[in-house]
């Protein structure tokens, strides 16, 4: 009997172990479908369309494509806004810059200043949903021949000038100095587990590169896509359309390691509690098979029926207890091991350590309500007589 409720409470153990992973992967799970990306993910689509240089040799021939897409992909029916630029965000590329402010005379390290940067058209913000906090937006009068502009986002700002008014101040990514027309919301390039980082744009028509084409829609996706592809292949039939995505299944496939290993974590953790539920149901079935002639012999020395369904209980709880004990000891120990795989989520936290054995003692319970009816309904004098 000893043996049997040693791998009860091994098995309690394990599922209170299990079902505290789960709990925490699920909440950190839950926090990122919750994090704000700094974007609209909503019918918005991008492509990758890099022009080859072998058709494409100078900035002006790019320029003057790019003139004539944008504009017949915005007229398009369902769409609302068109975009392009050197990457977005989940589209696998992006460019690092060092910064330099005017005015620093700080040295910095460089990894320190390094800041994302991408080269974007006048309605890429609107199209991406970015909003804009301060200042104003890129247009047309951003050209090649006109004062070298950036846009930086809230990041950058705390990061790079914490107590200045960026507006108007002077930065340089590349080898021109460039002044700061406006301020945009942080985003997370990178998906919800990313952190926020520092960016600079620059207007398109400054800083030429293209590679990614993105659609604002007012209907689903997949029905713009076809005419979008018409009017390249007009324009350009030679041109390859690669990694089409919408961006709410760019998001869905960023996180789709932690859905994994949460559905993974929480099988396992259900087929442990189910087993460690089953083996004390089974272990008190057992006791009470073995005790019967002892119970009955109780109830006719006067033992009241509540009195056997407490023992009967009172044995299973100390199983749960203990098994639910050594169980919140492993997982505090352990769940430091998962910390890397949790957002906005301590690997300590409190609420689920204590809602695992909870739940488990809860479901273990009810599982020994069968042998505790049993024992209740033995007849003493019948079960002397059976002995």
């Excluded at 890099?50 to 029916?77: G, M, T, V």
């Excluded at 320190?112 to 804009?132: C, H, K, N």
């Excluded at 119970?295 to 029926?305: D, E, K, P, Q, S």
Aim: with cysteine; glycine share 8%.
């Amino acid at each position: 009997m000893r043996a049997l409720n040693g791998l009860v409470v091994m098995e309690i153990a394990l599922a209170v172990v299990l079902l505290t992973f789960a709990g925490l992967l699920t909440k950190s799970f839950a926090y990122l479908l919750h994090t704000n990306l700094g974007y609209r993910t909503d019918r918005l689509l991008t492509f990758r369309m890099p022009l080859p240089a072998s058709r494409y040799k100078n900035d002006e021939a790019i320029l003057r494509f790019c003139d004539r897409l944008l504009p017949q992909l915005a007229a398009l029916p369902g769409v609302v806004s068109a975009a392009a630029s050197e990457s977005v965000p989940l589209g696998g590329t992006y460019s690092g810059t060092p910064v330099e402010i005017e005015g620093q005379t700080s040295h910095r390290d460089w990894a320190e200043v390094m800041t994302r940067s991408a080269d974007v058209t006048p309605d890429y913000f609107r199209t991406m949903g970015i909003p804009l906090r301060a200042g104003r937006a890129f247009d047309a009068s951003d050209t090649a021949g006109a004062e070298p502009v950036a846009i930086v986002n809230q990041a950058f700002v705390r990061k790079l000038m914490p107590g200045q008014s960026p507006l108007g101040a002077r930065v340089r990514l590349d080898k021109e100095w460039q002044r700061i027309v406006g301020v945009v919301g942080d985003t997370r390039y990178n998906g919800p587990a990313d952190t926020v980082e520092a960016e600079a744009y620059t207007p398109f028509a400054q800083n030429i590169w293209l590679e990614f084409v993105a659609l604002r829609t007012a209907i689903p996706e997949e029905a713009v896509m076809s005419a979008a592809r018409h009017v390249i292949r007009k324009m350009d039939p030679g041109l390859a359309i690669t990694e089409v995505r919408r961006m709410r299944e760019s998001v869905d496939s960023a996180t789709e390691m932690q859905r994994a290993m949460m559905a993974l974590v929480a099988a396992f953790a259900a087929l442990t509690l189910g087993m460690a539920t089953l083996g004390l149901g089974g272990v008190m079935a057992y006791a009470v098979s073995r005790r019967k002639r002892e119970i009955g012999l109780r109830m006719a020395l006067g033992a009241r029926r509540a009195d056997v369904v407490r023992a009967i209980l009172g044995n299973a709880g100390r199983l749960i207890l203990v098994g639910s004990a050594i169980g919140m000891l492993c997982a505090f120990a352990a769940a430091r091991a998962l910390e890397s795989l949790l957002y906005g989520v301590r690997p300590h936290d409190p609420a689920i350590i204590v809602a695992a054995p909870v739940v488990l003692g809860a479901i273990a319970l009810l599982a020994c309500l069968a042998p505790v009816r049993r024992a209740a309904s033995i007849e003493p004098m019948a079960a002397l007589r059976q002995e």
